[in-house]
């Protein structure tokens, strides 16, 4: 497969019927493959923080809610329906021990929680996770069948 599109942190991208998106480095971020499999609609977006609080939204791409909601309103430009997309995610990780018992720190948690809160609104099924723990994880995601790959060191190799 010579389709392969890198998607950066805070960054979205999408390809249909074919190619390989994949992105590096999730560790408290999220990794939110959307797909529409009627018309093999693949995008993945690659989130930092769960909630844009920036003045004037330069960087939607970076957050849970904006994110989403974007990327979900660019596969319905390309054909995609709603009713038919569906959610793979990973990542959310706890990568830095932060004293004290406030969820400041675990922002890998946060961004769980934001991810689940925005697809539950925009009305998408969430198929399957590999979220939480303490590794970085690279995903992939195949535009022609679907599937998440997810990577993480010293673990097996997670199809789903």
Same mark, same amino acid.
């Given at each position: 497969?010579?389709?392969?599109?890198?998607?950066?942190?805070?960054?979205?991208? *999408?390809t249909? @019927?074919? $190619? =390989?998106?994949?992105?590096?480095?999730?560790g408290?971020?999220? %990794?939110?493959?959307?797909? /529409?499999?009627?018309?093999?609609?693949?995008?993945?977006?690659?989130?930092?923080?769960?909630?844009?609080?920036?003045?004037?939204?330069?960087?939607?791409?970076?957050?849970?809610?904006?994110?989403?909601?974007?990327?979900?309103?660019? *596969?319905?430009? @390309?054909? $995609? =329906?709603?009713?038919?997309?569906?959610?793979?995610?990973?990542? %959310?990780?706890?990568?830095? /021990?932060?004293?004290?018992?406030?969820?400041?720190?675990?922002?890998?948690?946060?961004?769980i929680?934001?991810?689940?809160?925005?697809?539950?609104?925009?009305?998408?099924?969430?198929?399957?996770?590999?979220?939480?723990?303490?590794?970085?994880?690279?995903?992939?995601?195949?535009?022609?069948?679907?599937?998440?790959?997810?990577?993480?060191?010293?673990?097996p190799?997670?199809?789903?």
């Open positions: 497969m010579d389709n392969k599109l890198v998607v950066g942190i805070a960054d979205m991208k *999408m249909r @019927q074919d $190619g =390989m998106l994949i992105t590096y480095a999730l408290s971020c999220i %990794g939110v493959c959307l797909y /529409d499999p009627t018309i093999r609609l693949a995008a993945l977006v690659h989130i930092m923080l769960p909630l844009n609080m920036e003045a004037g939204r330069k960087s939607p791409m970076k957050y849970a809610d904006t994110g989403i909601s974007e990327t979900l309103s660019q *596969m319905e430009k @390309q054909g $995609g =329906m709603r009713s038919r997309i569906v959610a793979k995610i990973a990542g %959310g990780a706890r990568m830095f /021990d932060v004293g004290g018992s406030g969820s400041l720190g675990n922002i890998g948690q946060r961004n929680e934001s991810t689940h809160i925005v697809l539950r609104r925009e009305g998408i099924r969430l198929l399957r996770e590999d979220v939480g723990g303490s590794v970085a994880r690279t995903l992939l995601f195949d535009a022609a069948s679907g599937q998440a790959c997810v990577r993480s060191y010293g673990k190799e997670l199809i789903f």
